[in-house]
């Protein structure tokens, strides 16, 4: 009989983020927030963020996830104190649907797309490539982030339907 290690399994809740080693699974659900998922194929190490909004626009000494570009720098910290090349880490971005499609129909700049701006912005500042983005539309996404491969799974869903007094759907 071989003693397999236990998978620690985490869940992120917004402005959480985890940064760990390759027994650990990290799961989150998005709506208009945006994960970014940060992946070292060969030191098998990898973090996700789930932050709410772009930035908070003014800077304070206690970083807080809730905001991407804070998010960024904490995923960023907890890679630099592990010994790894943060260069070398593959990214992701997942998120940022429009929760409210029936009622901001013509509103381009929904909270889900400026945070989507905010990731690729991040991603490009911090000098790292995208390996790929499910991000937009409609709807939110159960994320799933098996760090001792790399592996990711997705659903995608529609937004759930929104009743009136008279319980009529308004969707």
């Not at 985490?10 to 799961?27: A, E, M, W």
């Not at 996830?65 to 593959?90: H, I, K, N, V, W």
């Not at 029936?102 to 381009?108: F, H, S, V």
């Amino acid at each position: 009989m071989t003693n397999t290690p236990a998978i620690a399994e985490v869940y992120l809740r917004p402005g959480d983020y985890h940064f760990g080693g390759p027994n650990t699974r990290i799961r989150t659900l998005l709506g208009s927030c945006v994960s970014l998922v940060l992946w070292h194929p060969k030191a098998r190490l990898g973090g996700m963020c789930h932050f709410m909004l772009p930035t908070r626009g003014r800077p304070t000494a206690q970083l807080d996830g809730r905001y991407g570009d804070e998010a960024m720098r904490l995923l960023r910290a907890a890679a630099d104190s592990s010994g790894t090349c943060f260069s070398e880490y593959q990214v992701r971005v997942f998120g940022g649907g429009n929760m409210f499609p029936t009622r901001l129909p013509g509103n381009r700049q929904h909270i889900g797309l400026q945070n989507i701006a905010m990731a690729r912005f991040l991603v490009a500042e911090q000098g790292l490539i995208c390996h790929g983005e499910h991000v937009g539309g409609i709807g939110h996404r159960n994320l799933i982030f098996d760090i001792w491969s790399g592996h990711l799974a997705l659903k995608q869903s529609p937004p759930l339907s929104i009743s009136g007094p008279s319980g009529v759907s308004s969707t």
